[in-house]
């Protein structure tokens, strides 16, 4: 009983792997890292977020939202009513009144000089815009970055799965190869147990690197944009370039192209328009005012005793044009106040500038350390990983001959599954630092159009 429930049980696990690798291989589509940028610059949906964010202030960016164009109102009013005088001793008329009217106006308010305030508020919506850009352009940077390492990331899965599965057909094979050999008494208890053992062990290991692997095609989907289920085959292997970067080159880049820096250089020049806002207070305010308006009107009296002097009808019409000049003279000391509180948020701002460089800098320095430590320890697995490789193959051909014994090919085996892990985990570790090198210096858009 107990050894036909172990049957079932491994059954059940090779189909299980067998049928998960086949719905791998199924409807998969090519997908180079350059392809997947592409589609994420569609169809992510921060990236069309922050453009229709940029269409706003586009829109906005206009004189006439600066306020440079006067306005002009037309209104029109139409009113009735209706007067019963009939028991009214002290009316000379003691009929029904009735009385229509027409009332037409046009207005035209134009703000000749307000303290150049109308220039300060068009300055002020150039910079608005260009903030907007610059903070596409870091949701740009930042979807880009997360492709890439969302991209590589499921690389690093799948090399994982087939490391592992290169594992699991040697430990199928040699616990079939012992299977038959016990069947024909020729294998020890010892030796079948123990590669079952290997050979279970590695079936669930495959399993879970398999589920580990379709989640993160699912992460790199997220960042594309696209269905969450759809399956890709990768063409852009875990292949480094293990580039040799000059910090002081790197510095200096990042100083003039990150977009952080760029964007607080654009904070800054919205404080100074703001200071110029403010200042305008102090300044008179030229206006001219101009306008017309047309009133008629319908007066009928009721049963007039006079035939024809029942209805009368009047009508005028007035223009006027009118220029104020509005100054003030003393408000408590608001203006003074709303200066002074808008030149500290310009050192606020001049600040914040020098502990963003300042925290940049830490950061650059962070990763070109850590970016030259990781090229030394992939150096180290790649000539750890090439001798256990080499270490694996002769340990099959020497169990084969029956010169090791099934522990000593198990120890082999996890070695060579460690080495590999670690070599494909530290290529991709180089590319996440490239990457955030990358990011840092303001050339992960330019480097990847």
């Not at 977009?259 to 200042?279: F, G, P, W």
């Not at 350390?369 to 030394?376: D, L, M, N, S």
């Not at 990983?385 to 084969?400: G, M, T, V």
Request: one cysteine or more; glycine letters at 4%.
């Amino acid at each position: 009983m107990y050894r036909s429930i172990r049957i079932i049980k491994r059954c059940f696990l090779l189909i299980f792997v067998i049928c998960s690798a086949d719905n791998i291989l199924i409807a998969q589509d090519s997908l180079s890292l350059s392809d997947a940028i592409q589609i994420g610059l569609k169809q992510n949906f921060d990236i069309q977020i922050s453009t229709k964010n940029v269409e706003i202030n586009k829109l906005q960016n206009t004189w006439g939202q600066a306020g440079r164009y006067p306005t002009v109102d037309i209104n029109l009013q139409q009113g009735n009513s209706i007067s019963d005088q009939s028991n009214n001793p002290l009316s000379i008329v003691q009929e029904l009144i009735f009385q229509n009217s027409i009332q037409g106006a046009a207005n035209l308010n134009w703000v000749l000089f307000n303290g150049f305030r109308i220039k300060a508020n068009k300055s002020k919506l150039n910079n608005l815009e260009a903030q907007s850009q610059g903070n596409a352009t870091l949701v740009v940077e930042n979807t880009i970055q997360g492709i890439i390492l969302a991209y590589y990331s499921a690389n690093l899965q799948k090399e994982k799965m087939d490391l592992l599965k290169n594992v699991l057909k040697l430990s199928r094979d040699k616990y079939l190869h012992e299977k038959e050999k016990g069947e024909l008494g020729f294998a020890t208890s010892v030796d079948q147990l123990q590669f079952e053992s290997a050979y279970l062990a590695d079936s669930s290991a495959v399993i879970i690197q398999e589920l580990a692997y379709k989640n993160s095609i699912k992460n790199l989907n997220l960042f594309l944009g696209t269905d969450i289920n759809l399956v890709w085959s990768l063409t852009d292997k875990l292949m480094p370039e293990n580039i040799i970067y000059n910090y002081a080159d790197l510095e200096t880049k990042m100083l003039s192209n990150n977009t952080n820096i760029k964007n607080q250089v654009v904070n800054m020049e919205i404080v100074k328009q703001d200071i110029t806002l403010a200042k305008s207070s102090i300044y008179p305010v030229v206006s001219f005012n101009s306008g017309a308006s047309y009133n008629t009107s319908r007066l009928q009296i009721n049963d007039f005793p006079m035939p024809g002097a029942n209805v009368s009808n009047s009508a005028n019409i007035n223009y006027f044009a009118n220029f104020t000049v509005g100054f003030k003279i003393f408000d408590g000391g608001k203006v003074k106040r709303a200066i002074q509180a808008v030149q500290i948020q310009e050192d606020i701002a001049s600040l914040n500038m020098a502990k963003l460089k300042q925290q940049l800098t830490q950061e650059l320095a962070n990763n070109y350390e850590i970016y030259t430590t990781r090229i030394a320890i992939f150096e180290i697995n790649l000539k750890s990983f090439a001798a256990a490789k080499r270490n694996f193959e002769i340990a099959r051909l020497r169990k084969n001959a029956g010169i090791i014994n099934s522990f000593d090919l198990r120890n082999i085996e996890m070695v060579y599954l460690q080495t590999g892990t670690a070599l494909f985990e530290a290529i991709f570790n180089i590319e996440e630092s490239k990457t955030n090198l990358t990011r840092l210096t303001g050339g992960i858009i330019e480097n990847k159009e």
